[in-house]
């Protein structure tokens, strides 16, 4: 009697365990396919709290978990760890950087962002971005040295540079970082130092731009600008940047462009971001378009044109939004976007596998908030009845039990809801080690 082989179930490949790609793996746990998740770290990040890991006030432990931990409970789901260098869409398989080459069914391509210096990759050495934990790492080592150094500095300018802080773009990212330096300078290390007066630090913040977080409303926008001034950060706006060195930066200002120089050893990038490479490469593989930040140009359902097969979510796809009876609207680069994109992905790999109707791509928008620092944030929020608009230490705390609900874990939130409850009170940082410490003085710039 002839036995029949039980048949193959389809093979579900996602490529990044960031927002998008966590959600399509969450979405396809408990269905009838198989499904691999290859991420080149070992943990998943939870990004908007990065700046506080950079900024000593989180362990990176509070902000991350492990991805193996995430789908621990889940047989159907195989987590490898490994970086994709080329995807071949002909013989539907990715190949990773050891050799190895992983072949797929449906994949779903979600591998995020990097830094964008706009031409300029050369002032990644004196300006690190903040995607990663080792970008926080860095920036945080370089914060905290430049105190260090500036307490050994007997002459009164290369001090003065040494408590310069520059911070270049004033999206959400920016102006967090820029709030919290001008909190640890005037409250975290009060009294911690003998020569010099940690108060006494510039904190600027840099923007090409005519407004702080631009994609506010104007009048949010200018109380944040209010707040972070308070806070003791100078705003610096309509100033773009034209070079960064290893002992400063060059701004082009007013109407005729005049240059100014900023004497700094601490500089931290957070004017632009770019698609992963990987997204030029998977477009000339199957012919698609992208547009200037390296994104890829996706169907309605997020599929790739002549390769329905394929979903690009998150950083990496210029997606729209198509909502019933309006016109298509493009997707902001957030986490909420991301999230949804990998739950559409997903759900439309089981309607092509039933043979059902893919579903358009919709975007809800919740709104946006940023924190400045101590009892000071901005909520915009959309709600059935209009826009929700509010912001100072109401905002903070609609900021603050927002990301500690969103983060992965109950450990994390817990851990981080006290490190938060302990440091408002005492002004205290404690996550402030630093590694590989250059005794010589000659790695504070």
């Avoid at 307490?151 to 009164?156: A, L, N, R, T």
């Avoid at 950083?315 to 990998?342: C, E, N, R, W, Y």
């Avoid at 826009?387 to 705390?397: H, N, T, Y």
Wanted: net charge positive; glycine share 10%.
């Amino acid at each position: 009697m002839n036995s029949i082989a039980p048949a193959r179930r389809p093979h579900v490949l996602i490529v990044g365990c960031g927002f998008g790609g966590l959600e399509a793996a969450r979405r396809l746990q408990r269905e009838a396919v198989d499904v691999t998740v290859i991420e080149k770290t070992n943990h998943h990040l939870f990004q908007p709290l990065l700046y506080q890991v950079a900024t000593a006030g989180l362990a990176a432990p509070s902000i991350a978990a492990p991805t193996r931990l995430l789908f621990r409970g889940q047989p159907s789901i195989t987590t490898l760890l490994g970086e994709v260098i080329d995807i071949r869409p002909a013989e539907r398989s990715v190949q990773l950087r050891d050799g190895q080459r992983i072949g797929y069914d449906h994949l779903i391509v979600a591998a995020g962002a990097t830094h964008s210096y706009f031409g300029n990759d050369h002032w990644a050495r004196f300006a690190p971005g903040l995607k990663t934990l080792a970008d926080a790492f860095e920036i945080r080592r370089h914060v905290l040295m430049s105190f260090e150094a500036a307490e050994k500095e007997s002459d009164p300018v290369r001090q003065r540079a040494l408590l310069t802080f520059a911070v270049i773009g004033a999206g959400p990212t920016g102006v967090e970082m820029a709030g919290t330096l001008a909190e640890i300078a005037r409250h975290t290390l009060a009294g911690e130092f003998r020569r010099i007066d940690p108060a006494s630090a510039e904190v600027l913040l840099i923007e090409g731009g005519p407004r702080v977080l631009q994609a506010m409303p104007e009048g949010l926008s200018q109380k944040a600008r209010e707040q972070l001034e308070r806070l003791g950060v100078k705003v610096r706006l309509n100033a773009r940047v034209t070079s960064i060195d290893a002992t400063g930066l060059d701004i082009a200002v007013g109407a005729e462009g005049a240059t100014e120089r900023i004497d700094t050893h601490c500089v931290v990038w957070a004017a632009g971001v770019a698609a992963s490479p990987l997204g030029r490469l998977l477009a000339t593989a199957v012919g698609a378009e992208v547009d200037r930040a390296g994104r890829i140009r996706v169907e309605p359902d997020l599929s790739l044109a002549g390769h329905p097969e394929i979903s690009v979510v998150g950083d990496l796809a210029a997606a729209m939004s198509h909502a019933p009876g309006k016109d298509p609207k493009p997707v902001p680069g957030v986490s909420p976007g991301a999230k949804q994109m990998g739950r559409t992905a997903a759900a439309n790999v089981l309607h092509r596998l039933a043979g059902e109707p893919t579903e358009a791509f919709r975007y809800r928008d919740y709104g946006n908030l940023a924190t400045i620092g101590r009892n000071s944030a901005v909520v915009d929020l959309g709600t059935p009845f209009g826009p929700l608009r509010f912001s100072g230490k109401l905002a903070w705390l609609f900021w603050l039990f927002a990301h500690v609900y969103f983060l992965i874990g109950f450990r994390n939130r817990l851990v981080v809801l006290m490190d938060w409850a302990s440091a408002y009170w005492s002004f205290r940082r404690y996550a402030r080690v630093v590694a590989d410490v250059d005794v010589a003085g000659k790695g504070e710039s």
